[in-house]
Structures are given as C-alpha cells and as structure tokens.
C-alpha cells in the first residue's frame, strides 16, 4: 500500500493550505486515516485522524483551524488548514490503518511527508 501526499509549500501566518493524501495498492478496505506532523526538533504527533464511520479527532492545538475529511471510495483524506501560524511549521504526515486484500491482514501504511513553513 502506497500514501502519496501534496499540498505543502510556504504561507504566511493565517493563511491556508490544504493537504491530499490517496492510498493506493493492495487495499480491501481502509479503516483510519490521518494526518500526524513532526515540528523542528520535535517528535512526531497526531494532528487529526477519522474513521470510515465519520469520526474525527484533533489535537488540541488545531481545533477550530484545521479540518479532516476523506472519501472512503475513493481512499482519500484532506486536511483543510486554517489561521495557520509560525507554530504549525513543520513535515505533515499522512496515515492509515486497514486490511490488505490479499492475504487478508492488516496494514499500516505511511505518505512520505509534505514540508509546511509558515512565516511570521
């Protein structure tokens, strides 16, 4: 299984960008999907994540800026980022967790990391 991401690239504080993430390969279904982020000197962690049935998370940090939608046919997830700030600079991660078609077995699968930098 395959995550390609887009969408990163420069914007000044509280400006927007939206990042797509697909999966393709091997897929018989996806369960969750997400974004996870890993800031300057920082470990990773979970930005926002939802789940086939419509369920979402955020970290608190986002709440109220970014939003995280996917289309299940389609095995897509976006993450609508807005009023971004100097703070939210950093390499975005996408994810996902599912079954394999063939052999039926579970997955984990990770997009190779889209670069944000917000300016002040």
């Known amino acids: 299984v395959q995550l390609q991401a887009s969408g990163g690239g420069l914007v000044r504080a509280g400006g927007s960008l939206r990042l797509s993430c697909a999966a393709s390969?091997?897929?018989?279904?996806?369960?969750?999907m997400g974004w996870y982020r890993q800031r300057p000197g920082k470990q990773r962690e979970l930005v926002a994540t939802?789940?086939?049935?419509?369920?979402?998370n955020y970290a608190d940090s986002v709440k109220g800026r970014f939003t995280i939608s996917r289309d299940n046919a389609k095995y897509t997830v976006d993450l609508q980022m807005n009023s971004l700030k100097p703070e939210d600079t950093a390499v975005y991660y996408c994810?996902?967790?599912?079954?394999?078609?063939?052999?039926?077995?579970?997955?984990?699968?990770w997009g190779q990391g889209t670069l944000v930098t917000v300016s002040s």
């Open positions: 994810e996902a967790d599912g079954t394999y078609y063939h052999p039926r077995a579970p997955f984990e699968a």
């Open positions: 939802t789940t086939s049935g419509g369920s979402t």
């Open positions: 390969g091997n897929i018989l279904s996806i369960d969750a």
